[in-house]
């Protein structure tokens, strides 16, 4: 297909769109916020198991796992169905989408693609993720250990792990872009520093996986 006879048709933005912009990227930051605050509970099981049992007890005596576990599920389908009106769903939505992004040998285009791509990956495994704990109250260190251990979930976190940071460093670093705290001239420092985020992430879940397969249950 000739690039010439590319066209992304691309409405004028009204303001019902713009505040739907503005919710998904609201939605957006609280959920990267969740995300980091569970990885930091459930890495305290790398410092002790009795701490993050310690935590689980006091944010189930809140209601807070009760609760909020179906609310974060909730704000991620609509965080999900927010995001899917730009999402290029139809074959000659998604050429067109890829044409344009080779021809302008767009960076940020390539990025919306994989945000496409993890978002869904997050979608399916988040749910049945929330669901199983959810299914399995109260969280004990005890039972995460066997379910790396014995139940086969390693490689179902890791993949999850990946795209939720993947996705979440990408929208941050789009968000950083919307508000020009990432400009032109500062922009390859901003991507060093979220591949520093995405180190860490890597670092605190294998640090976590290691601890719960060496637990003695
Ligand atoms: C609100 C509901 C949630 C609860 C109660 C919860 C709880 C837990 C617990 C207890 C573990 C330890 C492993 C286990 O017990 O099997 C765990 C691991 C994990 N969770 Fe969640 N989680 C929730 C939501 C999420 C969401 C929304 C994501 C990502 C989008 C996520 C990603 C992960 C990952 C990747 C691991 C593996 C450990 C790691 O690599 O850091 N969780 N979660």
Not at 57 to 63: D, K, P, Q, T
Not at 165 to 193: C, D, M, Q, S, W
């Amino acid at each position: 297909m000739s690039l010439q006879n590319v066209t992304l048709h691309v409405p004028p933005k009204d303001k019902l769109s713009g505040r739907l912009d503005v919710l998904m990227m609201v939605s957006g930051f609280l959920l990267a916020l969740f995300v980091g605050m569970h990885m930091v509970f459930v890495g305290s099981v790398i410092i002790s198991p009795k701490l993050m049992n310690a935590l689980a007890w006091f944010f189930e005596e809140l209601y807070l796992v009760q609760i909020g576990g179906p609310v974060i599920l909730l704000v991620m389908v609509g965080h999900f169905i927010l995001g899917a009106r730009k999402m290029p769903f139809r074959q000659k939505e998604y050429v067109a989408f890829r044409a344009h992004s080779k021809m302008m040998h767009h960076t940020d285009t390539t990025l919306w693609l994989v945000q496409v791509a993890t978002a869904i990956i997050i979608l399916v495994m988040a749910s049945i993720h929330i669901y199983t704990m959810l299914d399995t109250l109260p969280i004990t260190a005890a039972k995460s250990a066997a379910r790396i251990q014995h139940g086969n979930w390693m490689p179902f976190y890791i993949v999850l792990l990946a795209a939720a940071a993947i996705h979440i460093v990408i929208g941050l670093y789009r968000i950083g872009v919307k508000f020009a705290v990432v400009t032109r001239e500062n922009r390859p420092k901003a991507r060093k520093f979220m591949v520093y985020l995405l180190v860490a992430a890597a670092v605190i879940s294998f640090l976590t996986h290691i601890r719960l397969s060496l637990l003695t249950i």
